[in-house]
């Protein structure tokens, strides 16, 4: 099945830092999202982005589906922001299954 | 719009016991998928339900099962509980455009 590696696995800014996450797939996809884990465990969708860039307030999202990635892009960061990033695809050619990568653990210090 | 609603919150087992979990999907949703969340293993598929039919399973045993009702609820059985199955079990709906996922807040479920 498809692989999804993202990276950094952890990262740590100051409070108005910008950040860059990136994910990784092993194949074409026909579906990608990011999500962000809040502490509570809630996962919210932030984007659904399987090619082409879009941007929602302080984040944006881009995935250049030829090279097989995706970038989130956070700015001006806030505590707010803390948790943990998923990128999470389908892969064109099997069922729809969304596979997951582990995770950006993000930390935003005030 | 009401969002995905996951009962219950919170639920604590003991080994060989079995447990029911339950799921409404954001109305007019028809696909439910389940996923398993472990610290070690991270966020893996169990299985995804549309119109009442299982559409897609992954790797995990059969003492995990799950089915869909017409109103498209659905319910996640786990039948003689080991401890490694403590875990975060989280449902998501998806509407029809195939698109967006959209989760519950989780049932964490704690087996002694």
């Known amino acids: 099945g498809i692989q999804v590696e993202q990276s950094p696995p952890d990262l740590i800014l100051q409070e108005g830092a910008n950040s860059t996450l990136r994910c990784n797939f092993s194949d074409s996809v026909n579906n990608l999202q990011w999500f ?8 919210i969708n932030l ?15 881009t995935t250049v589906a030829t090279e097989r ?27 729809r299954q969304l596979t997951f990568g582990s995770g950006t653990q993000l930390t935003v210090l005030p | 719009k009401a ?42 598929f169990l299985f ?13 045993p ?25 875990a975060l079990y989280l449902c998501a709906s998806m509407g029809q455009g195939g698109e967006k996922l959209f989760f519950g807040s989780g049932t964490q479920l704690s087996v002694l």
């Open chain 1, 47 to 61: 984007f659904y982005i399987p090619s082409g860039t879009k941007q929602n307030g302080r984040l944006s999202a």
């Open chain 2, 48 to 60: 995804e339900y549309f119109s009442e039919t299982q559409r897609n399973k992954g790797n995990f």
């Open chain 2, 62 to 86: 059969g003492r995990f099962s799950g089915r869909q009702f017409s109103n498209s609820r659905s319910e996640m059985n786990v039948s003689t509980l080991e401890l490694g199955d403590s």
């Open chain 2, 3 to 44: 969002g995905v609603t996951q009962t219950p919150r919170y639920l604590i087992k003991t080994r060989g016991q079995q447990v029911t979990l339950s799921c409404s999907p954001i109305s007019g949703h028809r696909s439910v998928s389940w996923y398993q969340q472990t610290p070690g293993q991270g966020l893996q």
């Open chain 1, 69 to 95: 990635y995706s970038l989130l892009y956070i700015s001006s960061s806030q505590t707010t922001d803390s948790g943990v990033y998923f990128c999470a695809a389908i892969s064109s050619g099997s069922a």
């Open chain 1, 36 to 43: 962000h884990q809040n502490p509570w465990g809630q996962l």
